[in-house]
């Protein structure tokens, strides 16, 4: 069975560079511009892995909250990497509020692509 990720990135080149990436690397490979868009996608998808960027419309941090409202059988089912280069503030505020949202792990932009493909690894062993 083959791992289905679903990327939420609003840049268009890293949403691209993300999606090439693992689409290189064997994943099933769905893409969203923004938070407002996984969660219609998700009632008729089911997926392994979110890989969300935290600042965007919708933002991560909206994002990441309504995972865990009743509806979507009591949290989100997958797991979850958060990614953010921090728009007008440190990507570790954003990266931390991540974290007590529920987020697995978390990223900091530029992200390099064996980082990224090592820690979708690990995270998917867990």
Known sequence: M????LVVEDDPSVQSMLR???VDAGYDVLTANDGSEVIALLKAQSIDLLITDMVMPMSGVELLGSL?????????GFKIIAIS???DLDPER??????????????AKPILRQVL??????????
């Open 2 to 5: 083959v791992t289905r990720i």
């Open 94 to 107: 954003y990266l931390r509020s991540a974290k007590l949202l529920g987020a697995d792990r978390t990223l």
């Open 68 to 76: 865990v409202k009743p509806g979507l059988a009591g949290g989100p």
């Open 117 to 126: 493909l090592q820690t979708i690894d690990e995270v998917l062993a867990e």
């Open 20 to 22: 090439q990436t693992l």
């Open 85 to 87: 280069g921090g728009g």
